[in-house]
């Protein structure tokens, strides 16, 4: 796994742009909706410098952000403690995601975001995130999308690394901070949340339709708010979703006295 402490200023930057609030924006309308119960237990693993963590316990949910990077989560805790619309105020732990400390924990949801594009492979993560999963609770997993390689070097203009790309049925290609990242196909990790008891829920692609524009990018209101509804629409549609950047995938534990 990566250290992302040196591009940690680098993400911040990237989050707070508007392609970056694009990808936060629509996973956490879906999260939001799929949330068992009014004030969810949620473990967010890979939380960064709190992004979702902050969304979540602004919406007033028991938020646990967990991080590797202690950098990252100083200023996760920092952003907490000086946002007004807090409502529940996070625990946030070190540690990292192959060694996850609670035994016998279970989370209404556990959130990976942005962290399986990390890892060699995606099937161990998978079930040790599913393991944290109560009854009725969902797993929540946006990764890269590996069935998008190379879309975004063909619209940016890089044709021959496009080529490249597409042609060698690569799973790995550099990722917005300038790392090598992995795509995921959903169909596996829809295989994967089956195979450690969960059921999967339908997928979305992120950021189809505007992933190839620059950092610099920047709407009005206005047009951002068109540019958010038309990536949801698109999120749910074949050919459209299968272009997206990312993939949110999303499985649920059977409530107890139901089986799926």
Known sequence: MSN??????AYAAHSRG????????MVARRLLDELPCPRARVLDVGCGDGEMTLRLAAAGHRVTGLDSSSGMLRAAAERAAADPLVRERPVFVEADLRSLP??????DAVCCHGVLMYLDKPAGAVARLATLVAPGGVLSILTKNRRAIGLREALRGRYRAACDLITSGTDTSVGSLGLPTRGDDPDELNRLARENGLVPLPWQGVRALHDHLP???A?????YAA???AEWTASWHSPFRDMGRQVHVLARREPVGRTP
């Open 4 to 9: 992302f402490s040196s591009v940690g200023a």
């Open 215 to 217: 950092d610099s990018w």
């Open 219 to 223: 709407p009005d209101e206005e047009a």
């Open 227 to 229: 540019a958010l509804e």
């Open 102 to 107: 609670f035994t016998g924990a279970r989370f």
């Open 18 to 25: 508007a392609r970056g609030r694009l990808r936060h924006d």
